[in-house]
């Protein structure tokens, strides 16, 4: 089995949801595990979405706590994505001997063959696993002050803009490209009424997976219609619709106000408003300074820390 069959293996076998509803019922024993839920979720969205970069460093601010298996394969998976085998070396040398050693990761340790130049991370952080008996063991208290973790934060966030922005000039170049090759020749065929008719939940099943594929087109094709409309599928399907039209630069202020409007108790509402303040920063429209302001007051989580930074003068949105 190679690297990328491995990576495909473990995201199609990892249930998500189940995760995210362990995630759930622990942040009612433990206060920590609430974050943790918070940003698996966008841990969540923007691996669906590509962004796997981001994705893994917001991994990296997490504490060392007692967590499922299944958690570091879906960890393993996404720094295989965002840097190769090498990252994923990385990732697995920064975890407790106990869950290098877990029978589920023994496919990655068996595939990764950490070579002498891990030996010195392993045995550090074979220290720091010692009060590791098992995975649902209580953890040490963590040293990291609040300070620090919102420089790691602001650090990965401000990774997260360039790599936006620098995935957006790569789309329209080819975009760019691939109209000039377009053969003017080429009969196109009528398109007919034999496409099969999707329900809601299919359009925006097949929209996700457009996403991850990064053929943001398609799913701002997908994402039409009833989809939109469907109570069961509304907010999520709207959501989607902003990342690909984003991608597309077919967004406006006013789609990331409609959403807020339309959906004010959503799950999403920090990443739409981190969004809308990027927008507005960068195309000179409305105030994204108020839009931080709003952002600042939603619950504790990366982007409010962000918003907060930025207000304080401790740091810049950028471009």
């Known amino acids: 089995m190679n690297l990328s069959a491995l990576i ?53 601010q997490w504490k060392t706590l007692p967590m499922p298996a ?52 392993i045995v550090a952080v074979a220290c720091v696993g010692l009060i590791w008996t098992q995975l649902d063991s209580e953890p040490a208290t963590p040293v990291a002050t609040k ?32 109209k000039a090759v377009k053969p003017e020749t080429k009969e196109t065929k009528p398109k007919t009424d034999t496409e099969p008719k999707r329900s809601a939940k299919e359009s925006l099943e097949q929209a ?42 077919k967004t406006t202020q006013a789609d990331y106000l409609a959403y807020r409007e339309d959906f004010p108790k959503s799950g999403y509402m920090s990443d739409v408003l981190w969004m809308q303040a990027v927008y507005e920063q960068k195309y000179k429209k409305g105030d994204y300074r108020a839009t931080l302001q709003e952002l600042a007051k939603q619950p504790d989580n990366e982007w409010s820390y962000a918003a907060k930074a930025i207000l304080s003068g401790k740091s810049t949105l950028g471009n």
């Open 70 to 121: 299944e958690v570091y394969r879906y960890r393993l998976a996404i720094a295989a994505k965002a840097g190769g085998k090498r990252l994923a070396q990385k990732r697995f040398a920064s975890f407790p001997v106990t869950v290098q050693n877990h029978p589920q990761l023994k496919d990655w340790k068996r595939f990764l063959k950490m070579n002498p130049w891990w030996i010195g991370g």
């Open 208 to 249: 996700v997976a457009a996403v991850q594929d990064k053929d943001y087109k398609e799913a701002d094709r997908l994402l039409t219609g009833s989809v939109l409309t469907d109570q069961g599928t509304a907010g999520m399907a709207r959501f989607y619709k902003l990342i690909a039209a984003g991608k597309l630069k």
């Open 8 to 60: 495909q293996s473990e995201l199609q076998a990892i249930q998500t949801e189940r995760l995210t509803e362990w995630f759930l019922h622990k942040s009612h024993e433990r206060r920590e595990y609430q974050r943790m839920l918070e940003d698996f979720k966008a841990i969540i969205i923007m691996q669906q979405a590509g962004f796997h970069e981001q994705a893994d460093a917001r991994f990296e």
């Open 147 to 178: 300070q620090t973790e919102v420089e790691q934060q602001l650090a990965a966030l401000q990774s997260e803009v360039e790599q936006l922005k620098e995935k957006n000039e790569q789309l329209a170049s080819e975009q760019e490209k691939a």
